[in-house]
């Protein structure tokens, strides 16, 4: 909550190629719909920060949280990673209970970037709002991999429900 008595939504994405920073937005949408709909502006506000400048108090303020990454090398991005280890002891038992979600963009699989954030979100004793959603982005060669990336319409639709719903869940 911020001291004006507004709870946050805190959104934390990491994109090499733009399909996560692509998902992040979509949520982003997604809720900021919600907030509209439900007239709600005085009461719920959006934090989004790219993961190399969030910090643990962004994390203590947040009523929920959205964590938007890549699967790189059979890993969570490493920016990503390096923000979840440079928070974790000091969110240690303060966020217990609240609500999140995860997105994450993959070539081709994505499963060991999801278990490995979700295992963190559990260890934070979060409560998740909806499974991983994974968007493939079809990815393999080096040259498809550099490239930039467009969301499918799908991908983008089911990011922005997962961020509707994570408004709705707040307000
Ligand atoms: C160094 C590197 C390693 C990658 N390793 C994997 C991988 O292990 N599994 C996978 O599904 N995709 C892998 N990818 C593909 C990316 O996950 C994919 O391109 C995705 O769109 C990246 O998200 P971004 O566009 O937000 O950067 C890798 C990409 C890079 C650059």
Known sequence: MD???????????????????????AAVEGARDV??????AHQLNIIIKEAHE??????????????CAPE??????????E????????????LNGRPYALLISAGSDGSNAARQAERICTGWRLTPI???HIAN???QTAEDILAPKKLSKQ?????????????ALLL
């Open 3 to 25: 001291s004006t008595g507004k709870k946050i939504l805190f959104v934390v994405w990491h994109s090499r190629t733009g399909a996560a920073k692509q998902m992040a937005m």
């Open 54 to 67: 969030a910090d643990t108090p962004d994390l203590l303020q947040a009523d929920g949280m959205l964590f």
């Open 83 to 94: 923000f979840f280890d440079r928070c974790y002891y000091g969110a240690l038992d303060r």
């Open 137 to 139: 982005l079809h990815a």
């Open 72 to 81: 790189n090398l059979a890993a969570l991005s490493g920016a990503m990673k």
């Open 35 to 40: 907030i509209a709909e439900l007239q709600a």
């Open 155 to 167: 991908d983008y639709e089911a990011c922005k429900t997962i961020g509707g719903t994570l408004a």
């Open 130 to 132: 909806a499974p991983v």
